[in-house]
């Protein structure tokens, strides 16, 4: 399956484009077996001095919390077997993980922790055994007494071009989102849910409760901030979130991962995913979490060749790795591979004052005078005078850029360093 398109997807000029439809005709996602061994990607780093509770040699179950740190953060096992490796993990923009290796064993065991918990359900126990489910929840977001949430919105579309992970995800496991969405609402005080889709689809939903709400074609109409204006009239002020107004975005298969874990008493450790090669033709398939994404593309059949490029997530808001055995995680909805010889390179051309960036701007940003400051490192600046908080992260403005300048890179970077300075005035304070 191809992107829909009026020019060519590497190219430069006005883009007109669309997301990919859930096939008519689709097979089952093609499930596949670990890698040997799994490795999960804890959210934290070793700390100074800190004996993880977690040793080489120790046995696991599938489906149980691993907390190394003793701080609330945890990752779970999709495998029963025992830990091989503790081992730093480098991520994006400075961000470091523990990564912790798995050896899997017969027979299969499952754990029971959450079994104790699942008959009386509460926000508080499936937050505190659900955050490495598959489509990361991120329950914590409906704890906080400071910003009650009154609007679930389930997103049955995909935010990236050629994706459509969660599209399946929403016409295929319609009783586990129902189940999802009863736990929710009765544990989190949810006044309102809307089943986001696309805007063909608004009339197939309706044995889900919730207002099925369907969005436009045309990219990036399904990002949370345009769905705010566009679809509930509720602007979304720079540097403030969805929650801030009371409303929480969270995926159809992280909702369904809720109901799954309520109804059978077990976490589920297995992620969907869109695989997108260089023939662009997309493929379902189902990982254990922490899978190395070669395993993944070899059991395809898809072909990886010097220079290729490996992007966790769709064309535009995906992130390049640089290494075949980075691992799935829970929020991994694609894998794509990008050939050598249509990858888009980066220059470092001065901007031309086009306006092309301006244009394609769906928050309607000064691209071209903002990018300026963020290549001098004047982040705060660039925050202050030219709305960098407004930024939608969308990358249509890379996408068109006649100077192929990383515009998205650089505001990604700049978010990234304006909230550490901030976390490390808060310390200090």
């Known amino acids: 399956m191809r992107m829909m398109r009026t020019k060519s997807f590497w190219g430069a000029g006005r883009p007109y484009l669309e997301y990919a439809p859930l096939p008519a005709r689709i097979d089952r996602p093609t499930p596949l077996r670990p890698s040997e061994p799994v490795t999960l990607l804890h959210p934290r780093p070793a700390e100074a001095g800190a004996i993880p509770a977690a040793k080489i040699g120790d046995a696991v179950k599938n489906g149980q919390k691993l907390s190394l740190y003793g701080n609330g953060d945890y990752v779970t096992s999709p495998v029963t077997g025992a830990i091989t490796a503790l081992a730093p993990f480098p991520g994006n923009f400075g961000r470091n993980y523990t990564a912790v290796s798995i050896a899997s064993a017969r027979p299969e065991v499952f754990d029971d922790a959450f079994q104790a918990v699942r008959q009386s359900p509460s926000l508080a126990a499936a937050a505190d055994f659900l955050a490495a489910a598959p489509g990361a929840p991120g329950l914590q977001r409906l704890a906080d007494a400071g910003r009650p949430i009154k609007t679930l919105v389930v997103c049955g579309v995909d935010q990236d071009l050629l994706v459509f992970t969660q599209q399946y995800?929403?016409?295929?496991?319609?009783?586990?989102?129902?189940r999802g969405i009863r736990i929710l609402k009765e544990t989190a005080g949810i006044e309102e849910v809307v089943i986001l889709t696309r805007k063909e689809a608004v009339q197939g939903f309706g044995h889900i409760v919730g207002r099925v709400v369907g969005v436009?074609?045309?990219?990036p109409s399904a990002l949370p901030p345009l769905v705010m204006a566009r679809r509930f009239g509720r602007v979304v002020p720079a540097g403030r979130t969805c929650e801030d107004l009371g409303f929480c975005f969270m995926s159809a298969e992280a909702v369904a991962a809720v109901g799954a874990a309520f109804g059978t008493g077990r976490i589920p450790?297995?992620?969907?995913?869109?695989?997108?090669?260089r023939d662009g033709i997309a493929r379902l398939?189902?990982?254990?979490?922490?899978?190395?994404?070669?395993?993944?593309?070899?059991?395809?059949?898809?072909?990886?060749?010097?220079?290729?490029?490996?992007?966790?997530g769709g064309p535009m808001r995906g992130t390049a790795v640089f290494s075949l055995d980075h691992p799935v995680q829970p929020d991994t909805d694609a894998v794509l591979?990008?050939?050598a010889?249509?990858?888009?390179?980066?220059?470092d051309y001065p901007c031309i004052n086009c306006g092309e960036c301006v244009r394609v701007?769906?928050?309607?940003?000064?691209?071209?005078?903002?990018?300026?400051?963020?290549e001098a490192g004047k982040f705060e600046e660039a925050e202050e005078s030219y709305d960098l908080g407004s930024c939608v992260e969308c990358g249509l403005c890379s996408y068109v850029?006649?100077?192929?300048?990383?515009?998205?890179?650089?505001i990604t970077l700049a978010k990234h360093e304006l909230a550490r300075m901030r976390r490390a005035e808060s310390t200090n304070a």
């Open 216 to 219: 436009e074609h045309r990219y």
């Open 269 to 277: 450790t297995t992620k969907l995913l869109t695989v997108i090669p």
């Open 361 to 374: 701007c769906p928050a309607r940003m000064q691209i071209n005078l903002l990018v300026r400051y963020l």
């Open 169 to 178: 995800v929403l016409a295929a496991r319609g009783h586990d989102i129902q």
């Open 337 to 339: 591979v990008v050939d």
């Open 285 to 312: 398939a189902e990982a254990p979490i922490g899978t190395r994404i070669g395993d993944v593309l070899q059991r395809l059949g898809a072909a990886v060749s010097e220079g290729d490029r490996l992007v966790l």
């Open 341 to 347: 010889a249509a990858a888009l390179h980066v220059s």
């Open 401 to 410: 850029c006649v100077s192929k300048i990383p515009i998205l890179q650089h």
